[in-house]
């Protein structure tokens, strides 16, 4: 799903990561949410709420800062408002959080 970009910049090595297919992640995050037995459902030590693709983390992360926050209850609580906004729908692995 993702590839790799390294490049060498004078004596510094670069590396980009590169979502191959947007739109394949969006379609399967929609099949499993209509699924009975997603892996979002499966008991475990915490839930699968979301899947965002590379490219839209990015964009939400310049959208709204606080998502990337070095304090942690800060970004925590940044997350947990966009996931329970309408905006965060089609990346949602279950109908309700």
């Not at 606080?66 to 970004?75: E, G, N, S, T």
Request: aromatic share 10%; proline share 6%; glycine share 6%.
């Amino acid at each position: 799903m993702y590839r790799q970009k390294i490049w060498m910049r004078g004596r510094e090595l670069t590396h980009a990561w590169e979502q191959i297919n947007r739109g394949q992640i969006l379609q399967d995050v929609a099949r499993i949410r209509t699924e009975s037995a997603g892996p979002a459902d499966r008991p475990g030590l915490g839930r699968w709420a979301l899947s965002v693709p590379f490219e839209d983390h990015a964009e939400l992360i310049r959208k709204y800062p606080d998502l990337a926050a070095p304090d942690a209850r800060i970004r925590s609580a940044a997350w947990l408002k966009f996931m329970r906004s309408s905006e965060s729908e089609p990346y949602r692995m279950r109908d309700r959080l």
